[in-house]
């Protein structure tokens, strides 16, 4: 047994690098060998214009090629040559076939069988002729696809509601739409010797920074796996600091962020069979903004985005500010909400640094069980955790009042950070803080944030600094970091594009003036 | 880089173990201190030492957790020690959490406690890490333990209701307002001396159940002040004094004075001045120095009961005043000069700041030379508006 299954492999390789010949018998015997008895892969044997002479087989895949497309690819090769009196005899090469006989748009002459392969295993219709010594490939991939809906994972009130979908080429295609510039460039790539997964890398070409594009590639090109299922696969193998628990590669659901990213001079990296796209460089602050913020006016933008900087400081650190002041600093409460506190806590039996950990990881394990519990019953986590942690504890006496507030409002905070992968590394940091705090007080507390703070200063994504632009400080991009800049003061691109200017200057609106002139 | 891991790692695991959370104590754990009375001991040389301990569960009504019953929102106790630290110390044995200062609103010494000198306890209560600077100070002529554990009307908690009193003793200006602070400063300092508020216990509360019984229930007031000299207490202050030391202590500058009308000895008026400015001029002659005290104020008149009309009134109420003030002032000057022979008016700062080289001539003996200055004080009114009052002939 194991003879047979190593040597299989062996054959099919040999036959893979056998070249189309024009004996028809030789191609199906090669295909035959390669494709085995696949019940997806079908055969059509057919002849050219009718003639018994020039027998010929197409094959596809049933399921990824469209079955009107192969309806017209067999017309073509069957009907239209009677039709217009075509001579079969002189239909000796591909190049002649595909000028004179196919209407298809998309038609490729074939040398080698791997190609072949490949093409039909995308969902291409694969045409051999007997006599012809090329294969043909016609494109007629068309499968059953979600379709576009809203992004599951990344909401916004103004603003398109289109996400990714797990086709690659509608999703290109969704941002294609949006920058309908010729510099745009989209350069496909193949990676997984065995998933042979699309990957295309976008770019503007006069926006990006030299070299980083060819950086971009370099990674990828790196990459030696079987299997691409997601883009995470990607993400992991090309970051700049894989052992940090930042992300510094930006990954997004939505459109319009890539076609933003992209206009700011960034790579964008799709990946087929998913709807997350990859962005890079990647600066930390991105995670914090989104793109209701240049949607809606500058004031509510702006606002809303300090909202968001203050969640994320919140589900960074407000349990272990808490635990701290609560375990060792009471001198820094004031004097009414220290009472509070201490009544609160008169019968909850556990240290504060406890008390936190078990809620911590109560509101986490209540987000985990309602992410995978099958939605009918997503309603009971709901119930059961809030009545469980809001109220019975408390009765109980198990935990105070306080810290239930405390993780509530961290755990809200946390899911206001738009970007989920990065909350999700908050909520990782939030313990080991949480434990230093809850040890050493203000101490472990400022030392904990600062080795966080350092590590992030010290990183880079694809070159990058990690918390450009507040350190490196660009001034000019300050416009558009803490507070988003009313848009007409936004008329430069960020400091790494290469094309600065982005529109006019003297843009603010104004009444027309007296004397009639703007 | 794995070597280096693996230390990483090893100082993060050790790193916690030799903190052995140290300094750690549950905020549950505490006895917090609200209030903390000093008198002498009963053994000579002793000190008893009484705190107001706040009892968390029953200070704060309990919604959900289960409360440790309802009872009374303080705990007092006392002890006694041969020295502020020692009674401090000994109250861990009574004391079943430990003790903590840092929430301390209140500390409060007996006049016989004061009178023996402060030099201790401002050394103890500035020391200590635990001990805030914003700490209010008084003296009482009650017994210190009785005025802290007074549960008082409208805080759960009575230290922060006397807290609340020295918060706002501005309004009335019986009192000045003295903390741990400003206390230590004149302490410490040569060219002044110390005054410190006064509390009292005065039977002003109604009993809800026994309204008949007009004052049946100690509160605690707030009113007046202590002079004292060096370190030791030399006075009582009463509370038209404690006025005048806020003039030249806090820069009062408001406040309502009752006057006699112009045209009668029994009707009264009150005005209320505000933005009154106190100015020190110092001068220096011939060894000795002299002192203007110049008082500068616009006063309303809030209430009138005089028959006459506002306009009438305008610059009799504003001598009226001028001459309440200027007793107020002077009464307190004469305290401080002649009474006490103490400089709690800070006036030996003003000279000093003038004339900082006669200073250092004077400085030896500056309690005599103050309590033989001449000090003249001025007090000029305006007095803007008025209450719009009717006659008592009629609208005219």
Same mark, same amino acid.
Request: charge should be neutral; glycine fraction near 6%; proline fraction near 6%.
């Given at each position: 047994m194991p003879d047979v299954s190593e040597e299989k492999p062996d054959t099919i390789q040999e036959e893979l690098k056998k070249s189309v010949q024009p004996k028809l018998s030789d191609n199906v015997a090669v295909m035959e060998a390669i494709m085995g008895q696949s019940v997806d892969v079908l055969k059509r044997d057919f002849m050219l214009c009718g003639s018994t002479d020039h027998p010929g087989a197409i094959y596809f895949l049933d399921g990824m090629a469209d079955a009107t497309i192969v309806d017209v690819v067999l017309k073509s090769l069957i009907t239209y040559g009677s039709e217009r009196k075509l001579d079969p005899e002189r239909l000796t090469t591909a190049d002649i076939i595909r000028t004179e006989l196919m209407i298809n748009a998309s038609v490729k002459p074939v040398e080698h069988?791997?190609?072949?392969?490949?093409?039909?295993?995308?969902?291409?219709?694969?045409v051999f002729i007997d006599g012809v010594e090329q294969g043909?490939?016609?494109?007629?991939?068309?499968?059953?696809?979600?379709?576009?809906?809203?992004?599951?994972?990344?909401?916004?009130?103004?603003?398109?509601?289109?996400?990714?979908?797990?086709?690659?080429?509608?999703?290109?295609?969704?941002?294609?739409?949006?920058?309908?510039?010729?510099?745009?460039?989209? %350069?496909?790539?193949?990676?997984?010797?065995?998933?042979?997964?699309?990957?295309?890398?976008?770019?503007?070409?006069?926006?990006?920074?030299?070299?980083?594009?060819?950086?971009?590639?370099?990674?990828?090109?790196?990459?030696?796996?079987?299997?691409?299922?997601?883009?995470?696969?990607?993400?992991? /193998?090309? %970051?700049?600091?894989?052992?940090?628990?930042?992300?510094?590669?930006?990954?997004? %659901?939505?459109?319009?962020?890539?076609?933003?990213?992209?206009?700011?001079?960034?790579?964008?990296?799709? @990946?087929?069979?998913?709807?997350?796209? $990859?962005?890079?460089?990647?600066?930390?602050?991105?995670?914090?903004?989104?793109p209701d913020d240049y949607y809606n006016r500058y004031w509510v933008g702006s606002f809303?985005?300090?909202?968001?900087?203050?969640?994320?400081?919140?589900?960074?650190? $407000?349990?272990?500010?808490?635990?701290?002041?609560?375990?060792?600093?009471?001198?820094?409460?004031?004097?009414?909400?220290?009472?509070?506190?201490?009544?609160?806590?008169?019968?909850?039996?556990?240290?504060?640094?406890?008390?936190?950990?078990?809620?911590?990881?109560?509101?986490?394990?209540?987000?985990?069980?309602? $992410?995978?519990?099958?939605?009918?019953?997503?309603?009971?986590?709901?119930?059961?955790?809030?009545?469980?942690?809001?109220?019975?504890?408390?009765?109980?006496?198990?935990?105070?009042?306080?810290?239930?507030?405390?993780?509530? @409002?961290?755990? @809200?905070?946390?899911?206001?950070?738009?970007?989920?992968?990065?909350? /999700?590394?908050?909520?990782?940091?939030?313990?080991?803080?949480?434990?230093?705090?809850?040890?050493?007080?203000? $101490?472990?507390?400022?030392?904990?944030?600062?080795?966080?703070?350092?590590?992030?200063?010290?990183?880079?994504?694809?070159?990058?600094?990690?918390?450009?632009? /507040?350190?490196?400080?660009?001034?000019?991009?300050?416009?558009?970091?803490?507070?988003?800049?009313?848009m007409w003061m936004l008329n430069s691109r960020p400091g790494f594009a290469q094309d600065q200017d982005r529109m006019g200057h003297d843009q603010m609106p104004a009444p027309p003036k007296k004397d009639g002139s703007q | 880089m794995k070597r280096i891991g693996y230390c990483i790692l090893l100082i993060v695991l050790v790193v916690p173990m030799l903190t052995s959370c140290m300094g750690l104590r549950q905020i549950n754990e505490l006895a917090m201190v609200a209030a903390v009375g000093l008198d002498l001991g009963e053994k000579p040389g002793t000190v008893r030492l009484s705190a107001q301990i706040i009892r968390p569960a029953d200070a704060r009504g309990q919604t959900g957790a289960p409360s440790g019953g309802t009872g009374e929102p303080i705990y007092s106790i006392t002890t006694e020690g041969s020295s502020i630290f020692d009674a401090i110390r000994n109250m861990g044995q009574i004391s079943s959490r430990r003790v903590y200062w840092a929430h301390n609103f209140l500390i409060? !010494?007996?006049?016989?406690?004061?009178?023996?000198?402060?030099?201790? !306890?401002?050394?103890?209560?500035?020391?200590?890490?635990?001990?805030?600077?914003?700490?209010?100070?008084?003296?009482?002529?009650?017994?210190?333990?009785?005025?802290?554990?007074?549960?008082?009307?409208?805080?759960?908690?009575?230290?922060?209701?006397?807290?609340?009193?020295?918060?706002?003793?501005?309004?009335?200006?019986?009192?000045?307002?003295?903390?741990?602070?400003?206390?230590?400063?004149?302490?410490?300092?040569?060219?002044?001396?110390?005054?410190?508020?006064?509390?009292?216990?005065?039977?002003?509360?109604?009993?809800?159940?026994?309204?008949?019984?007009?004052?049946?229930?100690?509160?605690?007031?707030?009113?007046?002040?202590?002079?004292?000299?060096?370190?030791?207490?030399?006075?009582?202050?009463?509370? #038209?004094?404690?006025?005048?030391?806020?003039?030249?202590?806090?820069?009062?500058?408001?406040?309502?004075?009752?006057?006699?009308?112009? #045209?009668?000895?029994?009707?009264? !008026?009150?005005?209320?001045?505000?933005?009154?400015?106190?100015?020190?001029?110092?001068?220096?002659?011939?060894?000795?120095?002299k002192f203007k005290v110049r008082l500068t104020t616009s006063a309303d008149i809030v209430e009138n009961g005089c028959s006459q009309t506002t306009e009438q009134l305008r610059k009799d109420a504003g001598e009226g005043l001028d001459q309440e003030l200027t007793k107020t002032l002077e009464g307190v000057i004469d305290k401080a000069q002649h009474k006490y022979q103490s400089d709690f008016l800070k006036l030996g700062d003003v000279f000093r700041n003038k004339y900082p080289t006669e200073w250092k001539k004077l400085k030896g003996n500056w309690d005599d030379a103050f309590s033989e200055a001449e000090i003249t004080v001025v007090v000029e009114t305006t007095v803007k508006s008025g209450v719009v009052k009717a006659t008592r002939e009629g609208i005219k």
């Open positions: 069988i791997k190609d072949a392969i490949s093409a039909m295993i995308s969902g291409d219709t694969l043909m490939i016609v494109s007629s991939r068309g499968w059953k696809d979600r379709g576009v809906e809203e992004p599951a994972s990344e909401n916004n009130v103004r603003g398109p509601r289109d996400g990714f979908t797990e086709t690659i080429r509608t999703n290109t295609a969704n941002v294609r739409r949006r920058i309908r510039d010729p510099h745009l460039r989209i %350069e496909p790539m193949v990676i997984g010797t065995r998933t042979m997964t699309d990957i295309n890398i976008a770019y503007i070409q006069d926006l990006v920074k030299p070299g980083l594009v060819d950086e971009v590639k370099k990674r990828l090109d790196g990459i030696k796996i079987d299997a691409i299922l997601e883009s995470g696969y990607i993400e992991e /193998l090309i %970051e700049d600091s894989p052992l940090s628990p930042f992300n510094t590669v930006q990954s997004t %659901e939505r459109p319009d962020k890539a076609a933003s990213a992209l206009l700011e001079g960034r790579v964008v990296i799709f @990946i087929d069979n998913t709807p997350v796209v $990859l962005i890079v460089p990647t600066f930390f602050w991105q995670f914090i903004q989104a809303f985005r300090i909202v968001r900087y203050f969640a994320f400081l919140i589900s960074l650190l $407000l349990p272990s500010i808490y635990v701290m002041l609560v375990s060792f600093h009471h001198e820094m409460i004031p004097t009414q909400l220290a009472l509070t506190i201490a009544s609160g806590r008169e019968v909850v039996p556990f240290p504060v640094l406890l008390e936190a950990l078990i809620m911590e990881l109560a509101f986490e394990l209540m987000r985990e069980a309602g $992410l995978r519990m099958p939605k009918p019953i997503g309603q009971a986590v709901s119930i059961v955790g809030s009545l469980i942690i809001g109220q019975a504890a408390v009765q109980a006496g198990l935990v105070s009042p306080f810290m239930v507030i405390v993780v509530a @409002i961290t755990g @809200i905070s946390s899911f206001a950070i738009p970007s989920y992968s990065s909350s /999700l590394a908050l909520r990782m940091f939030r313990f080991p803080i949480l434990l230093a705090s809850g040890t050493m007080g203000l $101490l472990g507390f400022a030392a904990t944030f600062f080795a966080l703070l350092l590590h992030a200063l010290s990183i880079r994504s694809f070159g990058e600094p990690y918390l450009t632009p /507040l350190s490196p400080y660009r001034p000019s991009d300050q416009r558009d970091m803490m507070l988003r800049a009313p | 409060v !010494m007996s006049e016989q406690y004061a009178r023996k000198g402060i030099d201790d !306890m401002v050394d103890f209560f500035t020391r200590n890490h635990e001990l805030r600077m914003n700490t209010w100070v008084a003296v009482s002529a009650d017994k210190p333990e009785e005025v802290i554990s007074t549960v008082t009307g409208l805080e759960v908690v009575p230290g922060e209701a006397v807290d609340r009193l020295f918060r706002d003793h501005r309004i009335p200006g019986r009192a000045p307002g003295t903390n741990m602070m400003s206390l230590e400063e004149s302490h410490l300092s040569s060219s002044t001396q110390s005054v410190i508020a006064r509390v009292s216990l005065q039977p002003r509360g109604v009993s809800n159940k026994k309204p008949g019984e007009h004052g049946s229930i100690q509160q605690v007031e707030l009113k007046g002040a202590a002079a004292f000299k060096e370190s030791k207490m030399v006075g009582w202050l009463t509370a #038209d004094d404690a006025r005048g030391v806020l003039f030249f202590l806090e820069r009062l500058d408001k406040g309502i004075e009752v006057v006699t009308c112009p #045209d009668s000895s029994t009707d009264m !008026m009150t005005l209320e001045f505000n933005s009154a400015k106190l100015k020190v001029t110092p001068s220096y002659t011939q060894g000795s120095p």
